[in-house]
């Protein structure tokens, strides 16, 4: 979901939600203290929509600011902290950071324009959570896995010649063998996490693998899922994510779960009012 306007003041869009909330917003606006990085939390209702809110100065999302991690760190994490916090107590439409509108009638429109589609979507999203799971290579160990495992590159390897300068070229052969199998494996690793992990949630959505100066890991991320899950499945889901860590062992793979988070990759965009 994404509108943004430019203005001297904004309102910028957390999240939207059904129920009261009036508990957990004074709770969040008392939070948000003085800190420049804590944009206020207040409520707009309109016609059975909530959404939390907050006055800006939408001269500070310059796009230099937005590329500065000490400028967009804490104020991404605040945003995180109210949505979460909202959504511990209703059913919420999480919007991305940065989410602004240029005044409270310019989102009581939109909120108006679209109140059948975003009140279906939080009627889908009720009571639902959202859980990542990410799988994390060791290449070494898995590329140890393939060859022990694949019997065309044994039967390379058990016919490697004596000839120093052959047996360079054998190798480099078996090594693109490796390469080839081991992507193949990755790829059917990705469909069989899928198909195991889906019987237990309600939707799910694959995302883009990170390198690894963004995860922080030397192992290469090879499967990024988040998936929707009712309350009634988590210890299904968390059964088979003990049983898969089994199936994987000794190839390298491990497997990391973590949420539960608002629901941010099952909240489709909708398009904005015109004006």
């Not at 203005?7 to 939207?16: D, I, M, N, Q, S």
């Not at 429109?109 to 799971?133: G, V």
Request: proline share 4%; aromatic share 8%.
């Amino acid at each position: 979901m994404a509108h943004t306007e430019t203005a001297l003041r904004g309102v910028y869009l957390y999240c939207l939600a059904r129920s009261s909330n009036a508990e957990v917003i004074r709770q969040l606006s008392l939070a948000s203290g003085e800190s420049e990085a804590h944009f206020p939390v207040e409520v707009l209702d309109v016609d059975g929509l909530q959404a939390v809110i907050g006055e800006i100065d939408t001269g500070q999302f310059t796009e230099e600011n937005l590329q500065a991690i000490g400028w967009l760190g804490p104020r991404a994490m605040w945003h995180d902290t109210v949505v979460d916090g909202v959504s511990r107590s209703s059913t919420i439409l999480p919007v991305k950071f940065g989410t602004i509108f240029k005044s409270p009638e310019s989102l009581a429109k939109y909120l108006a324009q679209h109140q059948a589609e975003i009140l279906a979507r939080l009627d889908y999203l009720a009571d639902k959570r959202e859980w990542s799971l990410k799988g994390y290579l060791g290449e070494a160990q898995a590329r140890q896995m393939i060859s022990a495992t694949d019997a065309q590159i044994q039967a390379r390897v058990a016919a490697l010649s004596g000839s120093p300068g052959v047996r360079y070229l054998q190798e480099r052969q078996i090594e693109t063998l490796i390469d080839a199998s081991l992507r193949a494996w990755i790829e059917r690793l990705g469909a069989d996490l899928c198909a195991q992990f889906g019987l237990h949630a309600v939707d799910s959505a694959m995302l883009r693998c990170h390198a690894s100066a963004m995860t922080g890991r030397a192992e290469r991320m090879v499967f990024n899922c988040c998936f929707l899950i009712s309350p009634g499945a988590h210890d299904d889901f968390a059964d088979t994510l003990t049983a898969q860590r089994l199936v994987y062992e000794g190839t390298g793979l491990t497997l990391e779960l973590r949420g539960p988070w608002p629901p941010y990759n099952f909240c489709p965009p909708l398009q904005a009012p015109e004006e």
